[in-house]
């Protein structure tokens, strides 16, 4: 990610999850940028990686 527009991109898709109440997403743009998802309900690593997909971005590790 290079810019505010893909970072508005991965939040936007990422809060389309359902039960997700919170998303950061820090901007590295010439490393890794990080999302942090706050969520009521456990979330299932497929559901955030295609979010990520969708954004058209690569998921390069989940942490919790």
């Known amino acids: 990610m290079t810019c505010g527009h893909c970072v508005a991109s991965v939040t936007e898709e990422l809060k389309e999850i359902e039960g997700v109440q919170d998303v ?3 901007l590295d743009a010439k490393g890794v940028s ?3 998802v706050t ?3 456990s979330l ?3 559901s955030i990686r ?3 997909d969708e954004a058209g971005y ?3 590790a989940i942490t919790s």
Request: no cysteine; charged share 15%.
């Open 50 to 52: 295609n979010a990520i």
């Open 34 to 36: 990080t999302a942090t």
């Open 58 to 60: 690569t998921l390069e």
């Open 44 to 46: 299932n690593e497929a």
């Open 24 to 26: 950061e997403v820090i």
């Open 39 to 41: 969520s009521a309900n």
